[in-house]
């Protein structure tokens, strides 16, 4: 009696983890598991804060219309908001309402932001990581696998050409917009611009991931103009822009150009800093030119 006594709460226990096992062992074989129709092509979804990597930014909007197919197009929009702040709602919810209604597959995402541990290497990293969800996902989500469309408004823009030019080694983007993108940081004018016009004077040592040296490597490789490659682009640049200048736009035009690229530079006359225009005048015109650039 006293050796069934004393084994008594180990045969407890033995039986208590018999059974959690047994429990995680049915939830394994019984959970529920996404489908290869989950979310059936022939139907619309719209899904919000999708988890595509792993920092607590990485998480993106899909908007999927129905009749999706393997020609479908995708459109990934990055938000701007010079780099260190920003959300895919701030700009994009109406823009992608818009192109979803148009049949066209929406990925709206955000970034990791700039920090004293975060620069642009960063944040191309987070736009390669949606292209690999977006790929591995394919059959869950019924969207191509493969080329995409890259659009970004002002550090948006900046990123999107900068990604398409020189970080898409797998060469899966297909067309890339700005809007309003700085194109060159290699201008004492302009980061001048930044630190005092725009009030961030850390914004560049951050975006660089050093110190900013004229005509130095760093400035050079996070400067799109320096790595322009067969990419059709479509720019928006108002003339009056006092935030990013107009030139920036007028620097990657004319290299596309002297590179016989194709490309397509939309002056807005006025607006400023609005890729739309003044009270957003030209959104239709902008609306309908994206489209067609996309579908083409």
Same mark, same amino acid.
């Given at each position: 009696m006293q050796f069934v006594k004393n084994t008594k709460p180990l045969v407890l226990v033995m039986a208590l983890a018999i059974a959690i096992f047994g429990f995680y062992l049915y939830k394994f074989f019984t959970r529920v598991k996404p489908l290869p129709d989950a979310y059936p092509a022939s139907e619309e979804f719209i899904l919000k804060d999708i988890k595509y990597a792993p920092d607590t930014m990485n998480y993106l909007?899909?908007?999927?219309?129905?009749?999706?197919?393997?020609?479908?197009?995708?459109?990934?929009?990055?938000?701007?908001?010079?780099?260190?702040?920003?959300?895919?709602?701030?700009?994009?919810?109406?823009?992608?309402?818009?192109?979803?209604?148009?049949?066209?597959?929406?990925?709206? /995402?955000?970034?990791?932001?700039? &920090?004293?541990?975060? *620069?642009?290497?960063? #944040?191309?990293?987070? @736009?390669?990581?949606? %292209?690999?969800?977006?790929?591995?996902?394919?059959?869950?989500?019924?969207?191509?696998?493969?080329?995409?469309?890259?659009?970004?408004?002002?550090?948006?823009?900046?990123?999107?050409?900068?990604?398409?030019?020189?970080?898409?080694?797998?060469?899966?983007?297909?067309?890339?917009?700005?809007?309003?993108?700085?194109?060159?940081?290699?201008?004492?004018?302009?980061?001048?611009?930044?630190?005092?016009?725009?009030?961030?004077?850390?914004?560049?040592?951050?975006?660089?991931?050093?110190?900013?040296?004229?005509?130095?490597?760093?400035?050079?490789?996070?400067?799109?103009?320096?790595?322009?490659?067969?990419?059709?682009?479509?720019?928006?640049?108002?003339?009056?822009?006092? /935030?990013?200048?107009?030139?920036? &736009?007028?620097?990657? *035009?004319?290299?596309? #150009?002297?590179?016989? @690229?194709?490309?397509? %530079?939309?002056?807005?006359?006025?607006?400023?800093?609005?890729?739309?225009?003044?009270?957003?005048?030209?959104?239709?015109?902008?609306?309908?030119?994206?489209?067609?650039?996309?579908?083409?």
């Amino acid at each position: 009696m006293q050796f069934v006594k004393n084994t008594k709460p180990l045969v407890l226990v033995m039986a208590l983890a018999i059974a959690i096992f047994g429990f995680y062992l049915y939830k394994f074989f019984t959970r529920v598991k996404p489908l290869p129709d989950a979310y059936p092509a022939s139907e619309e979804f719209i899904l919000k804060d999708i988890k595509y990597a792993p920092d607590t930014m990485n998480y993106l909007d899909l908007y999927l219309p129905a009749g999706r197919t393997p020609a479908s197009k995708v459109l990934v929009l990055i938000h701007g908001g010079a780099w260190v702040m920003g959300d895919k709602a701030d700009f994009f919810d109406d823009f992608a309402d818009y192109f979803f209604e148009n049949k066209i597959i929406v990925a709206n /995402v955000n970034y990791r932001l700039l &920090s004293p541990k975060i *620069n642009c290497t960063h #944040q191309l990293q987070d @736009i390669q990581r949606v %292209l690999q969800f977006l790929k591995a996902t394919a059959q869950t989500y019924k969207v191509p696998q493969d080329k995409y469309n890259l659009l970004g408004p002002s550090a948006g823009g900046h990123l999107a050409l900068l990604y398409s030019y020189k970080a898409d080694t797998l060469e899966q983007v297909a067309k890339v917009i700005s809007m309003a993108g700085p194109t060159n940081l290699n201008s004492f004018e302009f980061k001048k611009l930044v630190e005092e016009g725009w009030g961030l004077s850390k914004v560049y040592t951050q975006l660089l991931g050093e110190e900013f040296v004229l005509n130095g490597p760093a400035v050079k490789n996070c400067s799109p103009v320096y790595h322009v490659k067969q990419k059709p682009t479509l720019l928006f640049h108002a003339l009056d822009d006092d /935030v990013v200048p107009y030139s920036q &736009s007028k620097q990657l *035009n004319d290299s596309l #150009q002297n590179k016989n @690229i194709k490309y397509f %530079l939309f002056t807005l006359p006025n607006g400023k800093h609005s890729p739309f225009g003044l009270n957003n005048s030209f959104k239709g015109a902008v609306q309908e030119q994206v489209m067609k650039w996309v579908r083409e």
